[in-house]
């Protein structure tokens, strides 16, 4: 299934995973659009699945579950089976109404909607409507693919005279703008596709991708946690593999000792490594350094250099990416560890919003999304003032709050604007001056009050 998911937080169980998961999976040799075909659903009539082509034709396939067999109108063609029996594994790959057949898959198989935006972004031909991948999309879709002038709007019901289908908008002469180069010359799609099966035999296209697509192992994530043992013993702390992203987060427990010791905190800081990898071009192999304070989540470290990415990663790739994990992101784990110090060394109490706003400028959510807006930060704050109780605390303390604001369910957050919250939560550890600033001028405001206060008490006098 496209929604299907694993996680864990054995290193065990992620290496019988990430083993299992490169062992059904597969990847086509380049594939000339002329010799695919596209198939749109039609409809579905108990187990019964029928299908048109998009190519000029009338002919009709029907896809019988019960019998295993594909039957097209004229003539009759039996295939071997594409479907499972599972009546939830043949509704997931149905789903998307969309089917493909080539030399390598005579009998057609399904296709995700991943991999059909795959390919529609590749002809750049997107627009509001284009999960639903109707016929008359993947017409334009074909026949865009296959280099043709398109000069003409289609002739189905669906189609609007102005150049729209269901809400897919296109547009003449970008399409064929498109279907050329730079330099004016017609270009040329050679597919490549990503596919899976299960122990049953049943296939599923997942990704559609260019011949200069290099794939990656999704198992060389075991060889990066084993070499960033030269760091220190890593421990898999938790791990996530879907068919698009696999994410692991690696902890360093004897280094959050290190810190504990050397800097005497209350609060354990913990650093650590995300591993991100995809097979399906999703995300490009790259590891990032990340912190945990206390009970937050593993963050990543706001510092460009905390990031090491590479598109296309080769068997050499693993030193050069161990040497700047070295060079780049160790030496950024000491500074929290060192802002958190000045915090916690900070024991006069300053006002809980004051500190609160100078944390949320710090993250600076509305310049990083649209998620979240000035009234919905504001929200935020006013709701974690009114849990603190409290007018004044601790700076590390409303600090802190901010820090793992994203965790607190009473606020009233989607998951994206959790997201974006939790993403860029580290920056408020970061600005100590601030928070010293603002001391200073509570410290004066306070110093005003009294002596202004002194003033009236002796004139009274």
Not at 88 to 106: I, R, T
Not at 208 to 230: C, F, H, K, N, W
Not at 370 to 381: L, P
Request: aromatic residues 8%; charged residues 20%.
């Amino acid at each position: 299934m496209d929604s299907a998911s694993v996680s864990g937080t054995s290193q065990t169980e992620l290496e019988e995973a990430l083993v299992d998961l490169v062992r059904h999976t597969g990847f086509t040799q380049a594939i000339l659009p002329k010799e695919m075909n596209l198939y749109a659903l039609e409809l579905i009539s108990g187990q019964i699945i029928y299908a048109k082509s998009v190519r000029p034709s009338d002919v009709k396939i029907v896809l019988e579950t019960n019998n295993r067999y594909v039957q097209s109108v004229n003539p009759l063609q039996k295939i071997t089976s594409i479907f499972s029996e599972e009546p939830d594994l043949f509704k997931e790959s149905v789903a998307h109404g969309v089917f493909l057949s080539c030399n390598q898959w005579p009998d057609p198989v399904p296709v995700s909607a991943h991999a059909v935006d795959d390919m529609l972004s590749m002809v750049s031909l997107n627009g509001k409507g284009t999960a639903g991948h109707g016929f008359p999309v993947l017409s334009l879709l074909s026949s865009n693919l296959e280099n043709k002038q398109i000069s003409y709007v289609i002739t189905d019901a669906s189609f609007s005279a102005g150049g729209g289908t269901n809400g897919f908008n296109y547009r003449t002469d970008q399409i064929e703008k498109n279907l050329t180069d730079s330099r004016g010359i017609l270009r040329k799609f050679n597919l490549r596709f990503m596919y899976r099966w299960d122990d049953a035999g049943n296939v599923k296209i997942f990704s559609a991708i260019s011949s200069r697509y290099g794939e990656i192992p999704q198992t060389r994530v075991l060889e990066v946690i084993d070499r960033l043992l030269v760091f220190g013993k890593p421990e898999v702390r938790d791990w996530t593999i879907n068919h698009f992203q696999t994410q692991v987060n690696v902890i360093f427990p004897e280094i959050a000792e290190d810190y504990a010791e050397t800097y005497g905190l209350s609060k354990a800081v913990m650093p650590g490594i995300r591993i991100v990898t995809s097979d399906s071009k999703d995300a490009s192999f790259y590891v990032e350094g990340t912190i945990s304070i206390g009970s937050s989540d593993s963050l990543p470290m706001e510092a460009d250099q905390a990031r090491i990415s590479k598109r296309h990663f080769g068997g050499g790739d693993i030193d050069s990416v161990l040497q700047r994990v070295n060079l780049d992101i160790f030496p950024l784990y000491r500074q929290y560890p060192e802002k958190l110090c000045e915090l916690l060394a900070t024991q006069e109490e300053i006002p809980v919003r004051k500190c609160l706003e100078a944390a949320f400028r710090a993250m600076g959510l509305r310049n990083r999304s649209m998620e979240i807006s000035a009234k919905t930060e504001a929200e935020i704050i006013n709701a974690l003032i009114s849990q603190a109780c409290v007018d004044r605390m601790p700076v590390y303390d409303a600090v802190y709050m901010a820090l793992t604001a994203h965790k607190n369910l009473s606020l009233s957050l989607s998951e994206n604007q959790r997201s974006h919250l939790r993403a860029h939560a580290l920056r408020a550890v970061l600005i100590t001056e601030e928070y010293r600033q603002i001391i200073e001028e509570e410290k004066t405001c306070q110093n005003s009050t009294a002596t202004t206060a002194s003033a009236s008490l002796q004139a009274a006098s």
